[in-house]
């Protein structure tokens, strides 16, 4: 385990921190920590920074709420850089974004990245502004009850595949299952993150019972 006296701050006494969420592994943001906030951070275990702009130390989540909980800090291997890995209460961008990172410079034809987030915020997109043609605008248009009907069909499919041993097709359905479950999550306001939260409660509920078992 490295100590804070073997890290490399800069002539202005910083070192640049890059934030990700421990769950998603997105890059949240990049910003600085000096000697006073990195001690803060791990003392408190919420991140605090050094703003450059303020010239003064700042809670992330001091005002907003938004805190991001420290599970592990690492130093790259000239000691000068710092990756942080967080879980967040809230949306990590002053701007009210999940993360700092949205806007492409550049990205490749051919290899894209994909993720739940990125599904759930495309179907978002078809009840928000519909669009012709469109098989998730149609399930939006036709309501919750056609919505539930499709979720329970490809629960049935799931079932049907996984008794009959077939992997690929057990995938196949799954992934329907999955689409048509987001689906009705949009329709209900539900997030990605409310899921998430919910399985980390169970998550740490596990542990402990688990501890106690243990014992």
């Avoid at 002053?94 to 034809?109: I, K, P, R």
Wanted: charged share 35%; with cysteine; glycine share 6%.
């Amino acid at each position: 385990m490295l100590k804070t006296d073997e890290l490399k701050f800069d002539e202005k006494g910083l070192i640049p921190a890059v934030v990700t969420d421990f769950y998603t592994k997105k890059v949240l943001t990049v910003a600085y920590m000096n000697r006073e906030s990195l001690e803060i951070t791990l003392k408190e275990g919420k991140t605090c920074f050094y703003s450059r702009s303020r010239n003064k130390l700042w809670r992330k989540g001091e005002t907003s709420g938004n805190y991001q909980h420290v599970v592990a800090i690492k130093a790259d291997c000239d000691r000068d850089a710092l990756a942080v890995e967080v879980v967040k209460d809230g949306p990590a961008c002053h701007l009210g974004t999940d993360s700092c990172f949205n806007d492409y410079v550049y990205q490749s034809d051919e290899l894209k990245e994909f993720s739940i987030d990125d599904l759930y915020e495309l179907i978002k997109g078809r009840k928000t502004e519909k669009k012709e043609g469109s098989y998730t605008t149609y399930l939006f248009e036709q309501g919750l009850d056609k919505i539930l009907k499709k979720v329970g069909e490809e629960c049935t499919e799931v079932v049907i595949a996984a008794k009959d041993e077939d992997k690929p097709e057990t995938v196949f359905e799954i992934s329907d299952l999955c689409y048509h479950v987001l689906v009705l999550m949009v329709q209900a306001g539900i997030t990605t993150a409310d899921i998430i939260d919910e399985l980390k409660k169970r998550h740490v509920v596990d542990k402990k019972v688990k501890q106690q078992y243990m014992k």
